[in-house]
């Protein structure tokens, strides 16, 4: 009890949590952002969060656009907008994605407050309670969060070298099936330099899940936020082109523009797009007025292609780095992926050791972090020997030493077993 000493009388406290509703007990914190709060030390380095490179982002160009945007268009780009996004923005993501297969118009885009936004609003509008989602084995962090809210239950698939096997789905679809009584929501795929596992699902791949998905009139999420970051191998054609009437794609400014605008995107049929406006209408109206003109002022200049083919070269040097570094340093019974673009790589360590426990053990103490692999199994029915690694964050020299320490450390642990 507390004491109101101007009334003299106790005043009970509230046991919130006996007030929360039932979804809340699935609820968990993102353990990236967890990590995050590490990093605060200047001492650690850290390959835990999905950061691009701070010293990259265009801020000058963007001081320029709001310094514009507030002079000449302030008293629109300062007001309430429509909830579909600013028209003129929504018309160059339309054209720039329709250059590459995806059949855009700008009145299937939907501008969402980041991918992670358009991730919550298909929990929304797609997931009742003990609902399944298939998808790959490890799968996005952000998507697991989003919608255990929503109560989901998660049916995964192996990935491999090549993306994830889709030779699964079909059998993934008639299990779910037999245990729950209800098809999938839908399959959640990220098919170009995957997050966590740094792959890229093949063409050949891509083909047979849209024959998959359309055999079984299964629904479609492809998260492409990396895709514009590929800085070798061959461009590979979007799921999204192959089967356009089953297929929701979301696409990001995060890693091409700047995270904080908080900017990304939905597209979708028509039909569809109804009900995710009136999903994002009781959620927060609209995304922000300002950031979109700032954004589409930023694209009209043409600052943007120049900046993303920067991005590319910083992000393929810092790669390399890391895996001529963890070749130098680690032992050789470690494995790890080769991405062609993105922000990370998958390593795998020895089965002797555990790499949350190692995390918490010993890495912190090194001053280096990472994101244990299991984190990134929403049935925690793997990962435990994996790690992910963020290169595009930190300096190539500061990449060399976090990979020594780690490296240094994971030996001496397999020598004292």
């Not at 795998?348 to 990134?376: C, W």
Request: glycine residues 8%; charged residues 25%; aromatic residues 10%.
């Amino acid at each position: 009890m507390e004491v109101n000493n101007d009334l003299n009388r106790e005043i009970p406290i509230l046991d919130w949590e006996s007030h929360l509703a039932e979804r809340t007990k699935g609820m968990g914190s993102s353990v990236i952002r967890e990590l995050l709060k590490f990093t605060q030390d200047p001492d650690i380095i850290s390959f835990a969060g999905g950061l691009p490179a701070p010293e990259l982002f265009p801020t000058r160009e963007v001081e320029e656009a709001c310094i514009y945007v507030a002079r000449e268009q302030g008293r629109k780009a300062l007001q309430y907008g429509a909830t579909e996004g600013y028209l003129p923005l929504k018309e160059y993501l339309a054209a720039s994605i329709h250059k590459y297969g995806i059949p855009a118009i700008p009145e299937n885009v939907l501008l969402t407050n980041g991918s992670q936004q358009a991730l919550d609003l298909i929990g929304k509008i797609f997931i009742d309670p003990g609902r399944y989602v298939l998808t790959g084995r490890p799968t996005y962090l952000g998507a697991i969060q989003a919608w255990r809210a929503y109560q989901a239950k998660f049916h995964t698939m192996r990935l491999d070298e090549q993306g994830m096997v889709v030779d699964e789905i079909e059998r993934a679809y008639h299990k779910v099936l037999e245990d729950s009584g209800k098809p999938p929501a839908f399959i959640y795929v990220l098919p170009n330099f995957h997050n966590p596992a740094g792959t890229t699902l093949s063409l050949e791949r891509r083909i047979k899940l849209a024959e998959v998905a359309t055999k079984l009139d299964l629904a479609v999420i492809e998260d492409d936020p990396y895709g514009q970051l590929r800085f070798e191998g061959e461009y590979v054609t979007p799921i999204c082109s192959l089967i356009p009437e089953r297929t929701i794609y979301l696409g990001t400014f995060s890693k091409t523009m700047a995270p904080g605008l908080r900017l990304g995107w939905i597209v979708c049929s028509e039909a569809l797009m109804k009900r995710f406006i009136q999903a994002k209408q009781g959620c927060d109206l609209h995304t922000g007025t300002f950031v979109q003109y700032v954004a589409n002022d930023i694209c009209k200049r043409g600052i943007l292609k120049p900046h993303i083919n920067k991005i590319r070269e910083v992000y393929k040097e810092r790669r390399d780095t890391m895996v001529d570094a963890l070749t130098e340093f680690w032992p050789e019974e470690c494995e790890w992926t080769l991405p062609e673009g993105g922000l990370f790589l998958w390593a795998r360590v020895p089965e002797s050791i555990d790499t949350n426990v190692f995390l918490q053990e010993t890495a912190l103490k090194e001053k280096v972090a990472y994101v244990p692999g299991v984190h990134f199994y929403p049935n925690a029915d793997g990962g435990h020997h994996a790690m992910r690694l963020n290169f595009s964050y930190s300096q190539p020299e500061v990449i060399v030493e976090g990979i020594k320490r780690l490296g240094m450390a994971l030996k001496k642990e397999l020598a004292g077993k």
